[in-house]
């Protein structure tokens, strides 16, 4: 399928799902990062969920890096040229809603992109080749391209993997993991 054809399968799927359904996913997928070996790194950059969206809820995966005693980095979207300023989360750190209904930090100590070790990058769906597809702003995509290459991507979705996307661009990176509730893809 093409992306675009994606981004409507994939929304029409979350918003049929129940806050209950969400919720039992969400926990379910921050169990299985446990699996994964990535935790001896220090900065970690976490999107927060977006509820309207029917986003994975990334509060159980704040209270894992917290208990883990990681640098946590949020970040704030800039929709004139679609980048992230990313901010290292502090107990000082205050949030606002954007236009958009996206929990932003106001400020902070801002964390350069090639500082970051792991992204959790939210999206609608993904491939078995680690292709994703986002909500067509390419945030993510200016995010993970000035990233160091040795960051690693994680992906949180719902669903399972498309066999493939059809209109892959070079630009593209691929994850490097993608976590559901089912399973955890390596790529």
Known sequence: MKKVDLRKK???LRHILTQDQIEDYSITIANQLLTLAIWS????HLFLTITDQHEVNTDYILNILSGKDKNIVVS???FTNNTLTNYLLTDATTFKLSDYNIPEPIDGIEILNHNIDVVFVPLLAFDLKGHRVGYGKGFYDNLLASCKPETIKVGLSFFDAETEIEDVFSGDIPLDYCVT???VYKF
């Open 10 to 12: 994939y929304k029409s």
């Open 41 to 44: 790194h220090s900065f970690y």
């Open 76 to 78: 704030k979207s800039n």
């Open 181 to 183: 509730p089912k399973q």
